[in-house]
Structures are given as structure tokens and as C-alpha cells.
DNA sequence: TCAATGTTTCACGAGTAGTTGAACCATGGA
DNA sequence: TCCATGGTTCAACTACTCGTGAAACATTGA
């Protein structure tokens, strides 16, 4: 993924509505939810829902389909993980200090593969800062 | 990790300048830079250079100590590790697609406990974007 | 104490992002 | 064709961020 995508999207997400639209569109999967309903979840007024979901849609976060008269959001799951690799690989350097604080993610990621080792999410606060 | 932590991160953390910062203290461990060498090594006048850096000391993404006349700024490890954290367990909830383009820095965070099938890091560019 | 070096702070101007409300466009049903 | 509904775009304003250069501060050595 190319650096200025990289940039649009960290700055797509560094705002508080977008972070919460995100993040609800990562809940709903591949169906996603029409633009009404998110603004009424979220309680945002139309103009400024449609204003930030353009910038996600822009910075490849998310995507959009009409269906009738209504037009659905999904996330990028692509998108989204194309940032977080560029910025655990390409700019972390995959150090593993970093890597550690996302062990129970990376757990995940690995479907699973080791059973014990509990090292808990919350780990990160617990590291020595020398 | 608090959200509004993160979000500050994020901010921080959109912006090319800040990005090379945040890439070239990592590489430099434990030992950091002093804020002249960064400067000279990022091509960045010193206010400038002192603005970014202290926004992303404020983001806590960074640390600072006095040696002398010099000032050494290192990568603040777990405050990096803290809001990758949060973007992929809280905000992605550990999406099993977002997670798969980590991939190969999910292999280091489990310490390397796989060695077969490379799963390239490109690999969320050929994902099934349904 | 003074000068040199390293770094931060300040004031300013330019550019960009965010919010609001109104107007506009697209679609589907009567 | 007309109206209602769902979304988007626009204009205007505010607020913030960025970059520049000059001034200020901190530390060290002479």
C-alpha cells in the first residue's frame, strides 16, 4: 500500500465520527447499512454523515452500493488492513515490542495456532519503558 | 487504551513528516536521536522539526530526555503498540480479514512460532473484495 | 561572564478541515 | 406526472493546522 493512502486513511480516521463509523461497519459485514440508518445510529445530522462517509469512501476505508433508493456502506476490510499492515510492517519495522501489544490479535490472525500463553490485550500496559 | 488517546494518535500519526519521525526513531531503539540528527537526517528545520515532535510526544507516541545540550527523543514502544492495539481488537474487532493482512506481522508477534506458508505481507491486496 | 551550540517558543499568514442549513438530485409509489 | 423519501452538494462561516523566520531559552566550555 502506498504511502499517501496510508496518510489519507490515518487522517480519515482521526476523527471521532469517522472512527465510530468505521467501526460500526466492521460490525454489520459484507450486508453494511444504508446511509439513513447510520446517521440515525449515530445520531449525525445528513449533510455531515454524507460529508464524512465520502472521506472514508475517498481513503478507501469503506465502500458504497446503491440498492434502490437507499445506498449501502460496507467496510473496506481490505482497505483497512492494508493500512494497519503498512503501519505494523512498514513503519513499526514489525518490532516486537510493538507486536506484543497486539499479541491477542495476532492470536487471531494466526486462526488460532497456539493455545496457551494467555499474554492478555492489555499487556502494552504493563511493558517497561526504559 | 482511551479513545481519545488513540484519536490524538491518529492525528499525530497523519501527517509525512511525523510518519518519517516516528519510522526513523523506531529503527534507532532504545538509543533514540538527538533532535539535531533528526533534523538533519529528515531535512527539517529545527522549528519545524521541534513542532512535530512535540505533538507527537503530546500523542504519546514518543519520549524525551535531556543529555547534555542535546535533547533524545526514542519511539514510545507501547504507546505505538497501545493504539495499534486498540485500532485492530476494539475499533476492527479482531476481523479475521483485517487481522489476515497482518499476516506476516502477526507471524512475529507470535515469535515466529510458524515457519511454513510465507503469506506474503502483499497478501491484502489480492483479497476478495465482495 | 561571555560566546557558541542545541532546541523551543512565538507571531504571523496561508491553507485546509469541520459544521450548518438550504438547495439540489435520484428513486419509487400514487 | 407529481409527491415523498433518501442522500448529496453547496455556500458561508469558524476553527484549526502548517510552515516560516525571528527571538528566546538552556547548557556547556572558554
Known sequence: ????KVLSAL????HEARLDLVRLLITQGN??????DI?????LPASRLSFHLSALEQAGLIRSRRV???VIYTADLAGIGGVMSYMLADCCM???EVLACCGASARHALH???????APRDHCSGITKT
Chains 1, 2 share one sequence.
Open 112 to 118: 488460532r495456532v497456539t493455545e496457551g500463553d494467555p
Open 68 to 70: 434502490s433508493r437507499n
Open 94 to 96: 514489525d518490532h516486537p
Open 31 to 36: 450486508e453494511g447499512l444504508a446511509a439513513g
Open 1 to 4: 500500500m502506498e504511502r499517501s
Open 11 to 14: 487522517s480519515a480516521l482521526a
Open 39 to 43: 446517521g440515525r445510529r449515530l445520531g
